[in-house]
């Protein structure tokens, strides 16, 4: 069930019988057809466990079940809006950047200390993400929303990728993120709001950046 992008900050996804997606509530702008939006109380596909795990978390951001025949489109506060295509891999993303994506994907939680233990969950209070993050595996689309466009950044082997915790949207693949210390132009000019710390991913994938320091 791929998404169309109709501009920068809106999508349109196909709803066919026996297949559903789930979306952020209040993300519908428009459909035509026969679709039903039920509020969703079991957390996407993933179910009770899942659920409880985002709860704990804090991340339980409320979705909605959209199933039926037609045609929807999302958009969500103005967002830019990246649509991220997934074949069998895991994306790693906030959960209130999450628009909309295929009820096919499952959908959990990680904790952000397991990914470099205490800096993990250091990353989690600087960057102001949390310290868990929602993750999303499976063949599917995944619609999220970011300020400002967003450009892929391909993470591959003894090449590393340092981005600003700010600008961070999400990653997929076989990567492992850890928080650093440096010391930028920003910070020697008065301008340091946290760019002193950088996430270092390293592996085999993708990281997502946004043009922006805001968060959503």
Same mark, same amino acid.
């Given at each position: 069930?791929?998404?169309?992008?109709?501009?920068?900050?809106?999508?349109?996804?196909?709803?066919?019988?026996?297949?559903? *997606?789930? @979306? /952020?509530? !209040?993300? %519908?702008?428009?459909?035509? #057809?026969? &679709? $039903?939006?039920?509020?969703?109380?079991?957390?996407?596909?993933?179910?009770?466990?899942?659920?409880?795990?985002?709860?704990?978390?804090?991340?339980?951001?409320?979705?909605?079940?959209?199933?039926?025949?037609?045609?929807?489109?999302?958009?969500?506060?103005?967002?830019?809006?990246?649509?991220?295509?997934?074949?069998?891999?895991?994306?790693?993303?906030?959960?209130?950047?999450?628009?909309?994506?295929?009820?096919?994907?499952?959908?959990?939680?990680?904790? *952000?200390? @397991? /990914?470099? !233990?205490? %800096?993990?969950?250091?990353? #989690?209070? &600087? $960057?102001?993400?949390?310290?868990?993050?929602?993750?999303?595996?499976?063949?599917?689309?995944?619609?999220?929303?970011?300020?400002?466009?967003?450009?892929?950044?391909?993470?591959?082997?003894?090449?590393?990728?340092?981005?600003?915790?700010?600008?961070?949207?999400?990653?997929?693949?076989?990567?492992?993120?850890?928080?650093?210390?440096?010391?930028?132009?920003?910070?020697?000019?008065?301008?340091?709001?946290?760019?002193?710390?950088?996430?270092?991913?390293?592996?085999?994938?993708?990281?997502?950046?946004?043009?922006?320091?805001?968060?959503?």
């Amino acid at each position: 069930m791929p998404f169309r992008e109709i501009n920068s900050k809106m999508v349109e996804a196909r709803i066919v019988p026996g297949q559903r *997606m789930f @979306s /952020q509530r !209040g993300a %519908m702008l428009a459909y035509k #057809g026969e &679709v $039903t939006f039920t509020p969703n109380m079991q957390g996407g596909q993933g179910g009770l466990t899942s659920m409880i795990g985002r709860r704990v978390a804090g991340e339980a951001a409320p979705l909605m079940t959209v199933e039926g025949s037609g045609t929807v489109m999302f958009g969500h506060g103005g967002h830019h809006i990246q649509v991220i295509n997934l074949s069998g891999d895991t994306l790693y993303v906030e959960s209130d950047r999450l628009l909309a994506f295929d009820g096919t994907l499952e959908q959990g939680t990680m904790f *952000m200390g @397991s /990914q470099g !233990g205490v %800096m993990g969950m250091v990353r #989690g209070q &600087v $960057t102001g993400q949390g310290l868990f993050t929602t993750t999303l595996k499976g063949h599917g689309s995944v619609a999220v929303m970011a300020h400002g466009g967003v450009i892929e950044l391909p993470v591959i082997p003894q090449r590393p990728v340092h981005v600003d915790p700010q600008a961070y949207v999400a990653h997929h693949g076989d990567v492992r993120n850890k928080l650093s210390t440096a010391l930028g132009w920003r910070d020697m000019v008065g301008r340091g709001s946290g760019e002193a710390f950088q996430l270092e991913l390293s592996g085999n994938g993708a990281v997502f950046v946004q043009a922006s320091e805001e968060k959503l």
